[in-house]
């Protein structure tokens, strides 16, 4: 039965992404004239269809694989405000929940992703014309390397925020930078005992390129009370409950500065991270 419902999810998130993907790639193409009310106009629009396409993929799940969200904190959210979103990052079904438990809660999610995510088939080019930020991180050996790569990643950042001023827009980011593994876990030695270590740049670039137009930080925390599952367990059906605990705050003026540059700005930055780290941690447990 369980293989039954991973076809068929499979099947419909397949035709949902291929009949939204063709709209969205062409509205992408004619955001390519450089003419700001039409590139405004038929951002909207991809966004319309991105929106139909997550709603639909919550149709597939409940007909197929459907499953119980436990959910608190979600208040106080509305649909034309800009946000940063973070969250913890156990698996990709990670993705599916947040964007069913914020939809049309605030403005469309768009998620940092890693540059060579840009070749995935369809979905590849639907991120590129949503106008997803694609980054190339540079690694500490390939920065010794080539020393001109240093700042690259924060000017990759900035570029990508610049798209995001003119309209209501929720930047998402995993802070710590990758799927949370007990493996991972061990070789990092994590001072949380649920969570990696948090990552401060991506979103210090964030608030530094946007901080006048982010008005909230939303904070989720997701948990999997039957253990973290892969995609293929969420489309078969064997995840029955998911916790989604919801806090937001303000984002404030001392989260705003420059993060490559200012060593005590950055010091700070992230011993806030990390005390914010220590509560999600302390949530997790809370909901174990």
């Known amino acids: ?45 991809a966004k319309g269809c991105a929106s139909n396409w997550v709603a639909t993929n919550s149709v597939i799940q409940n007909v197929f694989a459907p499953y119980k969200i436990e959910l608190t904190g979600l208040d106080t ?34 998620f940092f992703l890693k540059k060579e995510l840009l070749y995935v088939p369809f979905l590849g080019l639907a991120w590129w014309a949503l106008d997803f930020p694609f980054m190339t991180r540079s690694s500490k050996s390939q920065l010794k390397k080539n020393p001109k790569l240093k700042g690259k990643d924060i000017e990759t950042t900035r570029k ?42 991506g979103i210090a670039f964030v608030m530094q390129a946007m901080g006048e137009q982010i008005n909230q930080i939303v904070n989720v925390t997701i948990h999997y009370p039957d253990g973290i599952p892969t995609f293929m367990d969420f489309a078969s059906g064997k995840v029955k409950r998911v916790q989604v605990h919801v806090e937001t705050q303000g984002a404030d003026d001392k989260l705003i500065g420059d993060y490559s540059a200012d060593n005590q700005f950055r010091v700070q930055f992230q011993a806030e991270l990390n005390t914010l780290w220590q509560q999600k941690d302390a949530q997790l447990e809370k909901l174990k």
């Not at 992404?17 to 106009?41: A, D, E, H, N, R």
């Not at 990670?94 to 403005?107: A, M």
């Open 1 to 45: 039965m369980s293989f039954l419902r991973s076809i068929f999810s499979l099947i419909f998130y397949c035709l949902n992404t291929l009949f939204w993907f063709v709209p969205i790639f062409l509205f992408g193409l004619i955001k390519l004239i450089p003419f700001k009310p039409l590139q405004t106009l038929f951002g909207v629009l």
């Open 77 to 110: 959210l509305k649909r034309k405000d800009w946000y940063l979103v973070i969250a913890n990052h156990q698996s990709w079904v990670d993705i599916l929940v947040l964007q069913r438990v914020l939809h049309n809660q605030i403005p469309f999610l768009n």
């Open 160 to 201: 990508a925020c610049e798209k995001f001023k003119t309209m209501p827009v929720s930047v998402v980011n995993f802070v710590e930078g990758t799927r949370f593994t007990p493996e991972k876990h061990s070789r990092q030695k994590s001072p949380f005992k649920n969570l990696l270590k948090p990552k401060a740049g």
